[in-house]
């Protein structure tokens, strides 16, 4: 069982910036994707980013540009690099690890909120 621990959320002005934190209880490499997804009000989760193992990351087009998602895995840590927010970016967001075998269930952490507000 591993345990994912977000942090790093918080209320920022539009044009500003956060960095998010996900600290894993266990070994990320042992994951095939670590990710970030949201959740604004009234609306589905959507994927934000995810980085596999090797380092190769994909972004959901609205966010490219703007995130960057970054892992160090000597600390177990991934992490999601935010500029240039917009109002639109306001939403809980939530760390994920997907495993290689598709027979284990994917983890959530608890989420962090972040809002984009003047």
């Known amino acids: 069982q591993v345990q994912l621990v977000e942090s790093g959320g918080g209320l920022v002005q539009p044009g500003g910036s956060l960095r998010l934190s996900c600290a894993a209880s266990?070994?990320?490499?042992?994951?095939?994707?670590m990710g970030w997804y949201r959740q604004a009000p009234g609306k589905e989760r959507e994927l934000v980013a995810v980085?596999?193992?090797?380092?190769?990351?994909t972004y959901a087009d609205s966010v490219k540009g703007r995130f960057t998602i970054s892992r160090d895995d000597a600390k177990n840590t991934v992490y999601l690099q935010m500029t240039g927010l917009k109002s639109e970016d306001t939403a809980i967001y939530y760390c994920?690890?997907?495993?290689?075998?598709?027979?284990?269930?994917?983890?959530w952490g608890q989420g962090t909120q972040v809002t984009v507000s003047s």
């Open positions: 994920n690890a997907k495993p290689y075998s598709s027979l284990f269930s994917a983890y």
């Open positions: 266990g070994s990320i490499g042992s994951f095939r994707f």
């Open positions: 980085i596999s193992a090797g380092g190769p990351a």
